[in-house]
């Protein structure tokens, strides 16, 4: 496994930006696929984006598709998620997950990822 800690969550207005980073020790970052994923309140963990080893390859869902940017730095052992145009609904704790995988797939499935962050929390306030 890898150990992964996120960072940079906090308290924005609706239309703000944050950036999270994702930093990650253990087995060879750059042999992961990595993704990003969030829980609301009272709701299930849902797919926000996903990144394979290089970053040629980047998916998201629909409801963060154009405000959000998952990129990683594998010098840096580092996956980030540029969030702008932050929307109430976006409030979750948000975590990062690795999967060991070398190719250009990306996963979508939190049962597809072998390691996560213990999350950090995003507050959108209207």
């Known amino acids: 496994q890898v150990q992964l800690v996120e960072s940079g969550g906090g308290l924005v207005q609706a239309g703000g930006s944050l950036r999270l980073s994702c930093a990650a020790s253990g087995r060879t970052f750059s042999n992961n696929a990595m993704g990003w994923f969030r829980r609301a309140p009272g709701k299930e963990r849902e797919f926000v984006a996903a990144?394979?080893?290089?970053?040629?390859?980047?998916y998201y869902a629909e409801s963060v598709k154009g405000r959000f940017t998952i990129s990683r730095d594998n010098a840096k052992n580092t996956v980030y998620l540029q969030m702008n145009s932050l929307k109430p609904e976006d409030t979750a704790v948000y975590y990062c997950?690795?999967?060991?995988?070398?190719?250009?797939?990306?996963?979508?499935?939190?049962?597809?990822?072998?390691?996560w962050g213990q999350g950090t929390q995003v507050t959108v306030s209207s």
């Open positions: 997950a690795a999967r060991r995988e070398y190719d250009s797939t990306v996963y979508v499935r939190d049962i597809e990822y072998d390691s």
């Open positions: 990144i394979n080893w290089n970053g040629g390859n980047t």
